[in-house]
């Protein structure tokens, strides 16, 4: 019982965190009581101080978020703090600081630029998001880091979000030729960006150029199963290579057959 372990080690955060992190997605409000009762016995501690945080994330609270993000920031001392900024940088959209929100996800993306995909899922998952401010937000983001090829792969996913595909597969071209020509952050070239990258050219009617890409998400991931989708029913559609549109069709049914493909 974590409840128990929590009273009964007092010294030890463990069974504090181990509670807390269960709370944050069915009670958040507990969480943050459990939290406060941890602080109370080991106040100042770095750890504690950011779950609490991101459990008045959790609530909805954001301001009292940044203000306890802010306190961990500082306690964290010289220990990695890209995840408090990134949390830093939800919280700030959310209140709508624009200014703040890119400083601190451009200070998470210093430690790690993989914090940029969560923030990217964040803000996606916002149910009120306005996409055109979000291009704006990544556009401004994507200014201050030309050279970052990750910034723009997300900046083409937004775009294409937005329904915004002509511009988005300039952006998925700019982070491709970036990751190659720099040899810079390669790892996001993968199977997400080539099916990204494949998508936009579909939506444009590009169905040269998005076969191509498709077949290079595969390439990488051959159980990539909207990838075989999309590039079947691109082809079923048009009424093109209906014996290869099939296969891809029986390998997503295989590969998801709740898929309902």
């Known amino acids: 019982n974590f409840t ?10 463990a069974p504090y965190i181990r509670l807390a992190s269960i709370q944050i997605d069915e009670d958040p409000e507990r ?3 459990t939290l406060h009762k ?32 802010e306190k961990a920031e500082q306690r964290l001392g010289d220990d990695p703090r890209g995840r408090v900024y990134y949390q830093l940088a939800t919280a700030w959209f959310r209140m709508g600081d624009e200014t703040n929100t890119l400083r601190c ?18 803000v996606l998952g916002e149910a009120d998001v306005d996409l055109d401010e979000a291009v704006d937000l990544f556009q401004r983001l ?9 910034v723009f792969l997300y900046l083409g996913m937004i775009k294409s979000y937005a329904e915004r595909y002509d511009e ?45 890409l498709f077949k290079k998400a595969l390439e990488l991931n051959a ?5 075989h989708n999309y590039l079947a029913y691109m082809w079923a559609e048009r009424g093109e290579k209906l014996d290869e549109a099939l296969a891809h069709v029986q390998i997503a049914l295989k590969l998801e057959p709740d898929s309902g493909a």
């Open 4 to 13: 128990l372990a929590a009273t009964a080690s007092d010294d030890n955060p």
């Open 31 to 33: 969480a943050i009581q």
């Open 38 to 69: 941890a602080l109370e016995q080991l106040p100042g501690h770095p750890r504690l101080t950011e779950l609490l945080g991101h459990a008045y994330m959790a609530n909805q609270q954001n301001e009292l978020a940044v203000e306890w993000l």
């Open 105 to 122: 996800i451009s200070q998470a993306m210093d430690e790690d630029t993989r914090y940029l995909q969560g923030f990217v899922a964040d």
């Open 142 to 150: 994507a200014d201050g880091a030309a050279d970052e090829p990750a």
């Open 168 to 212: 988005a597969i300039l952006d998925f071209a700019r982070a491709g030729a970036l990751a190659t020509e720099n040899r810079r952050n390669t790892p996001i070239i993968d199977d997400t960006y080539y099916f990204s990258y494949a998508a936009a050219h579909e939506r444009l009617g590009n169905y040269a150029q998005a076969e191509d």
């Open 223 to 227: 159980e990539h199963s909207v990838a």
